[in-house]
């Protein structure tokens, strides 16, 4: 039997979801960060599948083929329908349990990385029901003081502005040079080409769209809601991550959660330390199914 994952097409409340599954078991979800898609998850999601699991990794909105339209439906190619308000933190984990009941699942053990993280944890919060356990990869609960948090909608803006004038390439090539980045110039040259070929895929508007309404600063800041997580959590963060505190304020603020951080990594440790990253991911979630 093929391991090679299938391509699930689902309309959930408008949005035109590509989602892909894989194997058989207890389910794992997989949240990519900006500028990736569910191919992100590619090594992860062969061993996953090759341990038991159905694997879900779902292309967030704005990303991959996750649109607001299916590209033959003749406004998909509108910019105009590319409402950010459908594609903020709180929209897209409302969509993901009819998403996992669409793929045969009503549960399912979560791993989010950046932005997933925080669908991730608004997930947890919003609809506890539906996560096992909850792994999340350089986390933040968004930006708590209102002139931070405007600021960072200002800054995203402009980001957006840049990327749907100057297009893909150049938008591209500027994210990988930012700081919190800077981590991936370590990873081989194959793994490498392989990100920035899911980059360069997207559609502008779309991550335009994103950025609008999946920003830090328009999302509903969770620190105080942190404490309300049920599910057993484990936060990974690199050594390295410039932003290392902030997945460290996560854990301190979820009851029980574990801390873990991988020597020599930076804001990717799936990609800077992937042995190490799926270890951990794969220690954590079998403790739930010990006999």
């Not at 159905?54 to 409402?83: S, Y």
């Not at 998403?99 to 947890?124: F, I, K, N, P, T």
Request: overall charge negative; some cysteine; proline content about 7%.
């Amino acid at each position: 039997m093929s391991t090679d994952p299938r391509l699930v097409n689902l309309e959930i409340d408008g949005l035109h979801w590509v989602v892909r599954v894989a194997g058989s078991g207890p389910a794992l979800l997989l949240l990519h960060g900006f500028t990736g898609s569910g191919r992100s998850w590619a090594d992860l999601m062969a061993e996953a599948t090759a341990a038991g699991r159905t694997v879900i990794a779902p292309d967030l909105p704005g990303h991959g083929g996750t649109a607001w339209a299916p590209a033959d439906w003749p406004e998909a190619g509108d910019a105009a329908t590319r409402d950010p308000s459908r594609a903020t933190i709180e929209r897209t984990a409302d969509d993901l349990p009819p998403l996992l009941r669409a793929v045969g699942q009503e549960r399912a053990d979560v791993v989010g990385y950046s932005m997933g993280a925080r669908v991730a944890l608004r997930l947890a919060i919003a609809h506890s029901a539906c996560v096992g356990r909850l792994i999340l990869e350089a986390p933040s609960a968004g930006i708590a003081d209102p002139g931070e948090r405007s600021a960072r909608r200002a800054a995203d803006e402009a980001l957006a502005a840049t990327l749907e004038r100057d297009g893909i390439a150049a938008f591209v090539d500027s994210w990988e040079r930012t700081p919190v980045l800077a981590g991936e110039a370590h990873i081989d040259a194959v793994a490498r080409a392989a990100v920035r070929e899911i980059r360069l895929a997207h559609d502008p508007a779309g991550l335009a769209a994103s950025l609008r309404g999946a920003g830090q600063g328009a999302m509903e800041p969770l620190h105080d809601r942190l404490r309300e997580i049920s599910s057993p959590t484990l936060v990974i963060v690199g050594a390295h991550d410039p932003v290392r505190h902030r997945a460290e304020a996560v854990a301190a603020g979820i009851p029980g959660a574990r801390l873990a951080v991988i020597d020599g990594a930076g804001h990717a440790p799936h990609l800077e330390a992937p042995a190490a990253f799926n270890r951990l991911v794969f220690d954590f979630v079998s403790e739930e199914h010990v006999a």
